[in-house]
């Protein structure tokens, strides 16, 4: 361990002060054996990282190295991108591969572990906090099962991006340090349809608390029933009871010390706290649109933060039913089922933990608590994005956001634009501002999805035939479904119901779409203000002026109705860029979604401009040779529907 420096003063690549509490503190498999195999008994097994042709930095974040005391002049070293690929070793660090298991789309699988990420080590910063920094990307690992360990461009910088964009908005969440690529290269095929190429290996460095996870005392479960798998260290529960210590001691040190000698009620309180940070983390994730796409129970972090970022998507158009990865057919990880899939993980969590945990009390703990958390935080954050400093929302007493919703979805809003024009709809009575008004009720009008998009949002997947010849062979035996790719047979129902939506359903003219469009929103508007003066006769009632409280109302919705999300479109034109090369369009999103409320953008806000002066502010992409127009809140491109795998 190196000597602490003099407090503040910012550390070199060959300084950082490594401590590596959770290699010392766990079993680990010295053997530095990468074979695929099932590692019993220990947490952790030694790696070593591949090496990369010619690394090159594409980005990096400082305030996340900030987290390590990083002194921001080495990014400027000649050898920089080589530390981040592991190349060079940092002074101090231990790589290892982490053991975990999962329920994957609800079974479980045994064992997993990190295939193509690897534990640095643990650096204490000046200000004495504890951070562990990963490799992704780095190389192969004993569970890498049939892959090479390494990741892609396209892959690394949305993660990249997406961390650093959720740590902005508010949302807890892993940091991303760097993402660098080089001249080595990997077969992928994107589609899966046969087509594949050559992409260049990169490498990003994650930083967090701790990477544990709930998979990661998976690692002891007996065989299941359904799957027939099991932990590899199936049954040790000693192994579970020094990891669930651990944990606690280190990452809940006040459970730790206020709980010693109480092991049942220890471990208990940091179960309720566990389920509350998660709950509050899922509501969060609502509030901002944000569908994280593969809710299994090793993609669930032990400390309630928001972990691996795949076919994660931020919410264009409203639609509770989104499905951001295209792998899931079943809409198992759809928008609207977050919150009870993560309910679920908490319970499997707690089932993991029974054989030191009474299950029976810990039910009782998640009943209580994780939806009061989750309505608490959920209705909370929805009044800020409203305006209703007074007259907060609650369960029972939501019928304005029920109705914004319904509307959002009948007009196919776009979600975040349609928050943000809100902070624009004067209070009742205001008749100076009533310019603004209709501005914004033209606006949120424009962020509606056209009439044939909205026809193929509720098109079936399925034609009518395919619907019909796999319903009858759900009747004869539901088995048979799993032969076309169908893990749930609640598809079929779902199709079913678009089907007769869609069939019943003509399409309007773009006339047609408009007018209904304006005088939905026109009505809700009319109802909005309504309950805005409401809120006002509570905040007068408090003593404060009609302008004191619209200030402060509008300043809470400015804040709490980001301008700036990472849109897909927008993650894939500087993916495109990047891939020829040309980073600049990855940093201008960057430097775009780490100020995702607009705080100190250059252009003015969407909303703001006149319809005369659409075009001013708006910025031409000559480095990703698009050519085109874009402005980086402005909505999906008409027909462009991104989805990842």
Known sequence: MIEDKEEGKERGLDELNFVNTTLKSLPVDDSFNTKQRQTPNVCFSRVVPTKVNNPKMILHSQDALNLISLDPKEVERKDFAHYFTGNKYFAGAEYAAHCYCGHQFGYFSGQLGDGATMYIGEIVNNSGKKWE???????????????????????????????????????????????????????????????????????????????????????????????????????????????????????????????????????????????????????????????????????????????????????????????????????????????????????????????????????????????????????????????????????????????????????????????????????????????????????????????????????????????????????????????????????????????KKYKDTPVATPEQKEASDREKWAAWIDSYKQVLEQDIQQGLAASKTRDDIDVRRREEMIHSNPRFILRNYIAQRAITAAEKGIYSEAKKVFDVITDPYGINAAEQDNLSVGDEEEEKGKEVDEDAECKTVVRYDAKRPDGLNLRVT
Not at 150 to 177: I, Q, W
Not at 440 to 447: G, T
Request: a neutral charge; glycine letters at 6%; charged letters at 25%.
């Open 133 to 499: 920094i990963q490799f992704k990307g780095a190389g192969k690992t004993p569970y890498s099962r049939t892959a090479d360990g390494r990741k892609v461009l396209r892959s690394s910088l949305r993660e990249f991006l997406c961390s650093e964009a959720m740590n902005a908005l508010g949302v807890p969440t892993t940091r991303a340090g760097t993402c660098a690529t080089s001249d080595s290269t990997v077969v992928r095929d994107i589609f899966y349809n046969g087509n594949q190429i050559n992409e260049r290996c990169t490498v990003i460095t994650r930083i967090a608390q701790t990477f544990l996870r709930f998979g990661s005392f998976e690692i002891v479960r007996e065989e299941d029933e359904h799957t027939g798998r099991a932990g590899p260290s199936a049954g040790n529960t000693e192994l579970l009871t020094k990891l669930l210590e651990y944990v606690i001691q280190s990452y809940y040190p006040e459970i730790w010390k206020e709980k010693e000698g109480d092991k049942k009620g220890m471990y208990l309180s940091f179960y309720k706290e566990i389920v509350k940070r998660t709950a509050h983390l899922v509501a969060l994730w609502q509030c901002v649109g944000f569908c994280h796409g593969v809710l299994n129970t090793d993609n669930m972090s032990i400390v309630g933060v928001t972990i691996d970022y795949g076919p994660f998507g931020f919410m264009e158009a409203y639609d509770p039913d989104m499905i951001c990865n295209s792998s899931d057919d079943g809409g198992r990880y759809s928008y609207k089922k977050q919150p009870e899939i993560c309910y679920w993980n908490c319970q499997k969590l707690a089932d993991t933990l029974s054989p030191i945990m009474p299950m029976k009390e810990a039910q009782k703990v998640l009943d209580q608590t994780f939806w009061q958390e989750y309505n608490n935080t959920y209705y909370d954050k929805m009044s800020r994005k409203l305006g209703l400093l007074h007259k907060k929302l609650t369960k029972e007493d939501s019928k304005i956001l029920d109705s914004l919703l319904e509307t959002m979805y009948a007009t196919g809003a776009d979600w975040t634009n349609t928050f943000r024009a809100l902070c624009s709809i004067p209070l009742p009575g205001d008749t100076k501002r009533a310019k603004e008004e209709e501005r914004a009720l033209r606006y949120i009008v424009k962020q509606c999805m056209s009439a044939e998009e909205v026809a193929g949002r509720d098109k079936p997947s399925m034609s009518y035939e395919q619907l019909t010849t796999l319903i009858s062979i759900a009747q004869q035996d539901p088995r048979l479904l799993s032969m076309f790719g169908i893990r749930d047979p609640n598809v079929l129902i779902q199709q079913y119901e678009k089907y």
